[in-house]
């Protein structure tokens, strides 16, 4: 049976280019690329993949941050039935090896200011190619010149060799005439995105064509009357490796003739001079950005009166920081839940005030179930469980890791649900309202963080028996990261500046532990499990008393 979402999902965006050829589709540091010619950009890079050797279902890893050459790279692989990887830019080479390898990742389009990483994992994995950008190289050469008179543009060493291909000139050799590739939307993948593992290694979550398009055409369906077709402005903050900012810039703006501005590095001056120069009408960020514009000094000097919608995701909005901005802006701030593994599953709408706390309402697309987290029994109306979400349209397993999936999917009823680890209450008018989450995930700066990963890399120091990872409630951040860390009897020196860099070596920034204590043991129950919960426990019984952690 075939339905509305059964296309691939650049169909969206093709449409929009026949109907709006001549409006902006981006807007990238003051240059506007309409959607003609974007949509010739990525027909040339389709091309020059396919004449790379790049095959329908291979591997393009994204390595980039926002700018236009990531949006040509995620659907030039998909408009030859390749299949995207994106990651974030600044994953160490610890992170990316393992992450190419998983994938299986033969090609990779990167910055030549993180090529220096590629180069280092490039023997240790399975890539074939690199293709390498500069965030300027689709600007004029004026813009070029002023940014390297001033020093304003990053730059990366690049040596070339015969698998080193540069971005501009597989873009300007090759034609915008892709070959023709049939797409099967329901089993074609149309990405692999990554997420942390509860083993300590990131799972990669695939999602076909299909999947992506039904929360996408659903999110279109229900704001059509709100968000306007060609003229209204996005600005793109949140990083497009995510797909809160995949699902928001394809179901808002790039399937109805809207323009994004893309924000590669997200400063709270630079984002407020582009929603007053560009008279921005939709608006995204995690809580984190909400509070950190709200505390500007200089925000009274910034016109914000085109805002129109303004959306959170990525982390629980405190109510503070609603009010706050309510009180501020005259604009209530909606948010939208999901998950890496289902998309997006609820939404606020946009016809009423959303209620403050509120979810908002699961997508047609999306069943849910609130049940006891230990017997997976349904739980009465009003009351707080676990989330459990299921779609026809969702893929029910990791990407090659079947232990992972035993652990996240459950059978009820005939269906494989996914297991989200927060947990919610429903109320009698069927919105979702978010209570707590599972001890194994922390949301730092709008980031989900997975606690296992930080553990297993913190259990590979030679000095460290245990260690145990939990989120501190900050107001700033959501939370903060805390180890507490058990050493070996006979380890000597070993401290929490040693650690720290140890981490910093081989995660991300925003994975590095902020507070590192020191222990003896770690609580376990009989059967050997660390209890996590129960030092998470600990430490917000502390914080309720007053007591600091101390910073490392």
Known sequence: MTSLY???????????????????????????????????????????????????NDKVMLYIPNCPQFLIGYFGAQKIGAIPVPVSPIYTPHE??????????????CQDTNFRYIEEVFPKTCLKRAIVT?????????????????????????????????????????PPQPPQVNIIPREDLCYILYTGGTTGFPKGCPSTHSGMVSFVEEVRDLWKNHISEGNDVFVMV???????????????????????????????????????RNKATLFLGAPTLYRMILENDRLK????????????????????????????????????????EVGFVTVSPLE?????????????????????????????????????????????????????TATAYVELGGKIWYRMKDFVRMDGDGQIYY????????????????????????????????????????????????AVVVLKQDARGVGGTELTRFCRDRLAAYKIPSYI??????????????LRREIRDEERRKIAKGDKAIKV
């Open 6 to 56: 059964d296309e691939p999902l650049i169909s969206g965006f093709e449409r929009a280019c026949e109907k709006y050829p001549d409006h902006p589709a981006i807007i990238y540091i003051g240059e506007r690329i309409s959607y003609k010619e974007l949509k010739e950009l990525i027909d040339r890079f389709a091309t020059a993949l396919h004449k790379l050797g790049v095959k329908k």
């Open 96 to 109: 990316i090896s393992y992450l190419i390898n998983d994938s299986g990742a033969e090609t990779v389009l």
């Open 134 to 174: 500069n965030l300027v190289d689709l600007l004029p050469w004026y813009k070029k010149v002023i940014g390297a008179m001033f020093d304003k543009v990053p730059h990366g060493e690049v040596k070339r060799r015969s698998n080193i291909y540069s971005f501009t000139k597989v873009i300007h050799d090759n």
């Open 238 to 276: 949140n990083p497009l490796f995510h797909q809160l900012a995949q699902g928001i810039i394809l179901g808002a703006v790039l399937t109805k003739g809207n323009a994004a501005i893309l924000v590669p590095f997200p400063q709270v001056d630079g984002i407020l001079e582009d929603i007053e």
């Open 301 to 340: 000097f910034y016109n914000l009166s085109s805002l129109k919608y303004c959306w959170s995701g990525g982390d629980v909005l405190p109510s503070e920081i609603y009010n706050r901005w309510k009180q501020k802006f005259g604009l209530p701030i909606r948010q939208i839940y999901g998950s890496t």
């Open 352 to 404: 009423s005030e959303p209620v403050q706390g509120s979810l908002g309402f699961p997508l047609p697309s999306r069943e849910v179930r609130i049940v006891d987290p230990d017997t997976l029994e349904d739980v009465s109306p009003e009351t707080p469980g676990e989330l459990l979400v299921t779609s026809d349209y969702i893929p029910k397993q990791y990407w090659n890791n079947p232990d992972e």
């Open 435 to 482: 209570m707590d989450r599972s001890a194994d995930v922390i949301k730092h700066k709008g980031f989900r963080v997975s606690c296992s990963e930080i553990e297993a890399v913190l259990q590979d120091h030679p000095a460290v028996i245990g260690a145990c990872v939990i989120g501190v409630p900050d107001r700033k951040v959501g939370e903060r990261i805390k």
């Open 517 to 530: 204590e020191f222990r003896d043991m770690l609580p376990k129950s009989k059967v050997g499990k660390l």
